[in-house]
């Protein structure tokens, strides 16, 4: 028996008010990936044949996949449930039973086979056209000449579409009645352990895509491939990829396209990681058997296009390699929510974006949402940190990379996005604390620029993380009292004056087991140390 968590008891809630206060319109749930959308038919359609056994019901998707975990939810909340399946991916066209859980593309080949029915989900509803020849809205129009009182319930972690901007406007649905992929409701899911952190990696090889034309809102992919598929550069990126997944246990990684896919997978096994390829040139069979082996963990990485982004199911996955620059906003987000979904032993799930999409598109809770008139994301102003030149986000208070502090004279950059991957709000309620094995730490001279002094950078090595703190030895006031406890606490002798002085005893200093991180904030603060 499954238990509902608070926010799908709301979303339900949100659903049984909507249909009271509603005489007419569909409503939508929006759940960011990981957070268990699958529940919620699954109780809905409990509650409500038991109170109205004669209740007729259709859950829809795309993919087999969706299909077939929605089922399996489905009978864990309900054995007895009276489900039937109709998708040809699973060999199953059943629809006489009061509940079919089917695809798409399987019965609009015949809609009057599902005859009356009161209630559909649809299951990634972000894939709804708003055009009334599309597959889905031809499929429901069908069904409603037969019952036109059918209400149908979206549900999806992206609640809009390119081209069309929120797909409330002029498509299947009409309201929004539940949402938390909000920046508000993302990271209160991530505060409350619901949803596992993305941690981004600044990669240094980058993907030139300058010369690649855009069609339709989206980069042309013959030219997308032939301008990313190189073999020095998917070796520079998978070097780094493969240093960086050092502890990592389970990668994703996002080709351009099929041959793309195969190259990136050839690269992996010369560096000696298990690696398989999946897109739409291998046999089904041999998709099924690697995303199989993935999952088992018999293989470290797997590589694909087209294939695992909505409805792909792996909560282990901490690694995701992006090397597919897109202008789709709900992609990108999809692509990302691969890797939020919590797994025992999993902390976060790094990202390494060798694609520029997270300037290029936004955070996964923050994205730059498609307009209807608007065929691509706009511009927005960055920051850069005149300290370390790095490229901050707008809201930024501390530099994400040496901790330095903006002041009014920063600089405003009009270029797209922001580093971060998930957004922190300035007024960030509940902080994210966690504790850290040090392996190991490194100590170097950090300069002062604009007459400032110069402090020690001390990196603290962990498994896979890097954090650092600046150790203010030569400056007044606060800063320098904190920095020389900081020094009594890992040596015997009293604090040097300089900085250079530090550097002959830094061997000499005690290196700390254990550090405390507030992980959620634009630069992540160590806040005490463990000896």
Known sequence: MITPRYYQEEALKAVYQFFMTHKEGNPLIGLPTGTGKSVLPAIFINRVMKQWPNQRFLLVTHVKELIAQNANVMMKVWPEAPLGIYSAGLKLKQTAQPIVFGGIQSMIRNP???????IAFVDEAHLVSANDSSQYQTF??????????????GMSATLYRMGMGMITENGLFSHVAYDMTNMDGFNRLVNEG???????LRTKTELDISDVSVQQGEFVA?????AVDKAPITFKALQELVHAGQSRKSWLIFASGIEHAEHIAEQLGAFGVDCAPVHSKRPAEYNDAAIKAFKANELRAIVNYGKLTTGFDHPSIDLIGMLRPTLSVPLWVQMLGRGTRPADGKKNCLVMDFARNTPRLGPINDPQIPTKKSSAPGEMPIKICENCGTYNHISARLCCNCGEQFSFQQKLVGKAGSDELIKVAATEAVPIIETFNVV???????????????TLKATYFTSGLAFKEFVCLEHNGMAGKIARDWWRRRHKEEPPRTVDEALGFVSQLRVPRQIRVHVNKTYPEILNAEF
């Open 440 to 454: 190991s730490a490194h100590y170097v001279k950090h300069d002062g620029k604009f007459g400032k002094p110069p």
């Open 112 to 118: 009057a086979l599902f005859g009356h029915r009161d």
């Open 140 to 153: 429901f129009a069908h069904l409603k000449l037969i019952n036109p009182n059918l209400k149908i319930i």
């Open 222 to 226: 013959t030219q997308l491939q032939g």
């Open 194 to 200: 619901f949803i596992s952190p993305l941690i981004p």
